[in-house]
Every structure is written in structure tokens, then in C-alpha cells.
């Protein structure tokens, strides 16, 4: 992840360590031992908020449990803005750095995946809102209309993507004659709380398009195959070529909100593989590109 005032995780639960941030030396070398880092975190699911602060001194790390800062163990995703200490106001301040870890009760490490993150004054506008003691300048109101929402604009922060990239996946189910069976999770956040409609269209390796339409509030955590059955081995073998990969079918496919303004989206993607009943699993971000305009309230 690059250096960032600002972060969104896609995923969150009773099973993830919320991330790693890190801090930089020599921020206010004035007021060291003052300095610390304040930012809420939300876990959403059906639109419910939950917020806290944790404080960082320079070059310090944090690593958190989900279920300290989710003791109802909901689902859904993380926000992380950084703060003035002194002030409680959002600041620009690229040099943050994290990472979302899951793992079970007993700290077996099953994936990882980087946060998106979100440059704070990306045009390098002169502050329209004043700075802090540190001479970070206030993000708030940076050419919008209201301190209450975190806008991703180009502004206060660079924009949300406006298309999310799959660029691989095995087809769900047991390819003919392997002893290999394939699962996956899909994970999806949106920055409105009401219907985000969303269009997939994905292809075999042998460039056959499938797509579909649907659509959810929030936080979606799904399988390809509860989307689609297009993406099942047998289906996407269908047209293949079956010489690629010993036989074994795989795709690849985009996400795109249809929905006229903001509806911002993100997504983390969790491939799962059985060898002789032993699971094995990785996960990534999905890749994105385009820009949209989108936006999050602020607590205040």
C-alpha cells in the first residue's frame, strides 16, 4: 500500500486482525512526546456504525483484534481517517501504511490483504480550512459543501475506482479427474447505505463472456457461484481451452456500480483450495481503474 491519510479495509469480522498502521519520525519535532494519531474505525454491515480512537506516537505500530473494536462480532468493513490529536479534525497526512491480517482463534494466519488507501489533498491545493499546530493542513471542507462527509473528489481525497478487476479465479467445484476442489469469497463495500446496483461481466480463459446483474446495501460477502453459476469448473470449461492448466477451468471478470452518482465500491477477493481435505486459502484486493466520485460521513 502507498503512503496514505487514509485507509478503508475490505473486510472485517470476529476472524480479522484489523491491520498494522505505522507512524513517521519527525512530524512536530517540537511537540514529540505530544504527537499521537486519532482516527475512527467503522465496521458496517446493514448500515451500522461503530467508532473509536487509537492513538499512535511517531514510529509507533498498531495492531489491533477485530473484536476489540467489534465486540458484537457483526460483519463488515473498516474506515481509518487520521486526526489532529488536538483538534479531533481530519488532516493530510500520507504516511500511513497497514494491513489487514485473518486469522482463527488460535492465530493461525489463513490470508492477508493490503487496504486501499486514499491520498488527502491530491491536488495539492492550498488548505481552505487552516492547518494544525503541526502544519498539517485540515482536510474538511476543501471545495465541498459540508464537514460532515469524507469526499472523495479529487479534493479533500483522491477518488474511489470506478471499475473493480478480477484478474483470476478458479472455476468452483472439482475439475474432471483432479483431487482438487475450488472455493472462493467474494467481499464488497459501498459507500451508500441504500442499494448499490452492480453490473459483472467475466470471461473463460478461452475469451467467453458471461454477466449479470445484482445488487446490495453496504456489505456484501458472497461466493462467485451464489452470483452466477457461470463460474462453476464445468461451466466455464465450456468453450475453454482445455489444454491450459492440465484441464483446469479459470476466469476473470469486472465490477461496475450502474448507479447514475457516488455509490463508490470496493472489494477483497478470498480463493479457497482442498488437496485431500486439507484447505488452503489466499486473498488479495481487487485491482481497479477510472474514477468515481463518492463520499462517507464523517463522525464528527
Known amino acids: 500500500m502507498s503512503t496514505s491519510d487514509h485507509a478503508i479495509l475490505g473486510h472485517g469480522g470476529r476472524e480479522a486482525i484489523d491491520g498494522e498502521l505505522r507512524g513517521q519520525w519527525l512530524l512536530c519535532p517540537q511537540r514529540l512526546p505530544q504527537w499521537r494519531r486519532s ?22 505500530t498498531l495492531t489491533v483484534l477485530a473484536r476489540g473494536h467489534n465486540p458484537n462480532q457483526e460483519l463488515g468493513y473498516l474506515v481509518v481517517e487520521a486526526r489532529d490529536p488536538e483538534t479531533n479534525r481530519p488532516i493530510d497526512y500520507d504516511f500511513l501504511i497497514g494491513s489487514a491480517l485473518v486469522v482463527n482463534s488460535e492465530f493461525d494466519f489463513q490470508w492477508a490483504y493490503t487496504p486501499f488507501a486514499f491520498e488527502g489533498l491530491p491536488l495539492g491545493l492550498p488548505p481552505l480550512a487552516g492547518a494544525s499546530d503541526c502544519d498539517h493542513p485540515f482536510i474538511e471542507a476543501a471545495g465541498t459543501d459540508s464537514a460532515a462527509f469524507q469526499d472523495f473528489n479529487g479534493l479533500e481525497y483522491s477518488f474511489f475506482p470506478d471499475v473493480l478487476l478480477l484478474d483470476q479465479f478458479f472455476g468452483e467445484g472439482v475439475p474432471g479427474g483432479s483431487p482438487v476442489a475450488f472455493g472462493n469469497r467474494l467481499f464488497l463495500m459501498s459507500t451508500d447505505p441504500g442499494d448499490t446496483d452492480i453490473f459483472l461481466v467475466g470471461y473463460n480463459n478461452n475469451e467467453r463472456r458471461f ?58 477477493f478470498r480463493q479457497e483450495t482442498t488437496i485431500g481435505g486439507s484447505p488452503f486459502i489466499s486473498g488479495r484486493e481487487l485491482q481497479f481503474q477510472g474514477a468515481r466520485v463518492a463520499r462517507l460521513p464523517r463522525t464528527q
Open 39 to 60: 482516527g475512527p474505525l467503522r465496521v458496517l454491515e446493514t448500515c451500522q456504525r461503530s467508532d473509536t480512537d487509537e492513538d499512535l506516537t511517531p514510529a509507533d
Open 211 to 268: 454477466s449479470r446483474t445484482f445488487g446490495f446495501d453496504c456489505y456484501l460477502a458472497t461466493s462467485l457461484g451464489e452470483l452466477t453459476q457461470a463460474v462453476t469448473q464445468q461451466n466455464l470449461a465450456s468453450g475453454s481451452d482445455g489444454a491450459e492448466l492440465q484441464g483446469i477451468s479459470t476466469g476473470w471478470l469486472k465490477l461496475q456500480s450502474t448507479n447514475s452518482t457516488g455509490h463508490g465500491i470496493l472489494g477483497v
